[in-house]
């Protein structure tokens, strides 16, 4: 294969966020995401490329409830060792007027009509840790999103992102429709629950110092599902992360974008709406897509959706 660069963008709304209570709490984060997503097809439109957006299956549902008693009674359960409440006990069963940050379906329909690849990011973002929660919700969250996104009218979901990259149940996905899934950055594993360690420190100083991020060719599995490779994220500028200078982060990808085309591999980089949270993020993001434009003009790299970069897998 040619150069290849991919975007994924994990659409979570705040399925992805309410394990971090202060995030529900203070819901700025999860409407920054909600209003950073036109603006990303939009950058995305201006620069003739499509990328991959992968929503939690949730937000495609056109309402739920009202609840009597726990949400979704029939989900079966993940159960963590870092989490202590009902998985779905903040669903507040309502529609996306009541409730935009739990249902989003007007926004995954407008990424469809724009071309992109909408794939899923489980149903309600369980996190799925082989080592604790078992294949019952794998095969829920799998099916359950293909299923609310038949009902939204969208095409069969081929694209899957685990949550917080822990990719387990793989053998589950085929059975489900899936065509390919995203690995773990550089395949180094993930840690489930909230954030934070030493790899993160580590993490951290690869962005700081651009650091030649990993770039890796697809796999097709004997099932014929296709693990995709992934490098790295585009950070937001929450915290500590503003230290990550701009011109960093465009040396970054323009060092993967030259190993990719050299090694005809992939550069696969990540993120998620409510890391746009403010003008300087934005503008972070438009470096990035004018960057991997003038090399795609070039002719130095194609620029893939997930479901594309796995369909020219052998």
């Known amino acids: ?30 409407e920054a995401g909600r209003r950073a997503l036109p603006r990303m097809l939009s950058l995305l439109a201006e620069r003739r490329m499509h990328a991959t957006f992968a929503f939690v299956g949730h937000l495609f549902l056109d309402r739920c409830g009202p609840w009597t008693g726990v949400p979704h009674p029939d989900a079966p ?9 009902d998985w ?3 669903d507040p069963g309502g529609d996306e007027t009541s409730h935009p940050l739990w249902y989003a379906r007007s926004q995954a329909l407008a990424a469809a009509a724009a071309g ?51 990719v ?9 429709g899936f065509a390919c899934y995203r690995e773990s950055d550089g395949g180094r594993g993930a840690r489930a629950g909230p954030p934070g360690g030493l790899r993160r420190a580590r993490n951290l100083a690869e962005h700081a110092l651009a650091a030649e991020p990993f770039v890796g060719k697809p796999v097709r599995r004997a099932d014929g599902v296709v693990a995709l490779p992934s490098s ?3 950070l937001g500028r929450e915290g500590i992360r503003k230290a990550v200078t701009r011109g960093a982060r465009v040396a970054r ?35 990035v897509l004018d960057a991997v434009a003038r090399r795609r003009d070039r002719g130095d790299v194609e620029v893939l959706t997930m479901a594309g970069a796995a369909a020219l897998a052998v």
């Open 116 to 166: 992109h690849d909408v794939g899923a990011h489980g149903f309600a973002h369980a996190i799925l840790d082989s080592s604790c929660v078992g294949a019952d919700v794998a095969d829920f969250e799998f099916a359950q999103a293909q299923s609310a996104a038949r009902a939204a009218g969208l095409p069969p979901l081929r694209s899957f992102v685990f949550p917080q990259n822990v």
């Open 1 to 30: 294969m040619s150069g290849v660069f991919t975007l994924s963008v994990d659409v979570e709304g705040l399925w992805g966020l309410f394990f971090v209570r202060s995030y529900v709490d203070d819901t700025s984060a999860a």
């Open 232 to 234: 790295f994220p585009l």
């Open 88 to 90: 779905f006990a903040d």
């Open 253 to 287: 990808v323009e060092k993967g974008l030259d190993a990719a085309a050299r090694d005809g591999a992939m550069l696969h980089v990540w993120t998620h709406p409510h890391a746009l949270s403010d003008e300087e993020s934005f503008s972070d993001l438009v470096a």
């Open 77 to 85: 359960r993940p159960k963590y060792s870092w989490y202590d409440r």
């Open 168 to 176: 387990g149940h793989t053998d589950r996905l085929a059975a489900a």
